[in-house]
């Protein structure tokens, strides 16, 4: 299956500092990534949709100048969490959409990456 | 609105086999996911349907029904390293992913 590397792994941080993740798609491109978050023994919750070339999509609830999410290219999205606070400490995870195939055999498929844990001091 | 249904937790025996059901209701349907989650780790994909019936996949199937919204996830041979949680998760009409919380699936020796 496709790869998806996300980056860093995990970070600790003081509060009132900011913190980018950088999601990539490894070998195909990807016009769509999304932005999960998972607290423990919870299931996913999207963030947000992103969009390459244009404005990320956030879901309600979600502070769009909070998390800040560039997706400049078709295989780098990143999401920057400004000024961290102790409730923002998470788990991140982002996927890529790999939209594939010929005719009517095409697949839609979202693969993860390994995700990020965030934990704010 | 949009719901998923799958058991919280299911037990079962290495070598054994269990299947895990799921029914879903959504706006629109393109297709439905089955993810594995082991702990502390990021889902990776297991399988895709969009049409009905059965799509193996090694030790992995995955059925689906759509017009009873109902999919389920058969897993053959179980090994300890199956143990973990499974995520069903149709595609919504707006290609989202629809989450519910999943199955844990705990593997006894």
């Known amino acids: 299956g496709a790869v998806v590397s996300q980056h860093p792994s995990w970070v600790i941080c003081k509060s009132g500092t900011s913190v980018k993740i950088e999601c990539r798609s490894l070998d195909f491109q990807a016009t769509t990534m999304f932005w999960y978050r998972q607290f423990p023994k919870q299931s996913l919750m999207l963030m947000a949709t992103?969009?390459?070339?244009?404005?990320?999509?956030?879901e309600q609830g979600v502070e769009k100048d909070k998390f800040l999410i560039n997706h400049a290219s078709l295989t780098l999205s990143t999401l920057t969490v400004t000024s961290a606070h102790p409730e923002d400490s998470s788990f991140y995870i982002c996927?890529?959409?790999?939209?594939?195939?010929?005719?009517?055999?095409?697949?839609?498929?979202?693969?993860f990456g390994p995700g990020t844990r965030l934990t704010v001091l | 609105g949009q719901n998923i249904d799958q058991p919280t937790e299911m037990t079962a025996t290495e070598g054994a086999i269990v299947q895990i059901n799921c029914t879903y209701q959504t706006s629109g349907f393109n297709g439905l996911f089955w993810y594995q989650q082991h702990a502390g780790e990021a889902p990776t994909f297991l399988s895709y349907n969009v049409l009905d019936g059965l799509e193996e996949k090694g030790r992995f199937s995955s059925f689906l029904s759509r017009s009873k919204g109902y999919s389920y996830l058969l897993l053959k041979e179980l090994q300890m390293k199956d143990s973990a949680s499974y995520l069903c998760a149709p595609m919504d009409s707006n290609y989202q992913l629809i989450w519910g919380a999943g199955t844990k699936l705990i593997i006894k020796p």
């Open positions: 996927s890529a959409r790999d939209f594939a195939g010929e005719g009517g055999l095409k697949t839609d498929t979202q693969y």
């Open positions: 992103s969009n390459e070339g244009s404005k990320a999509t956030y």
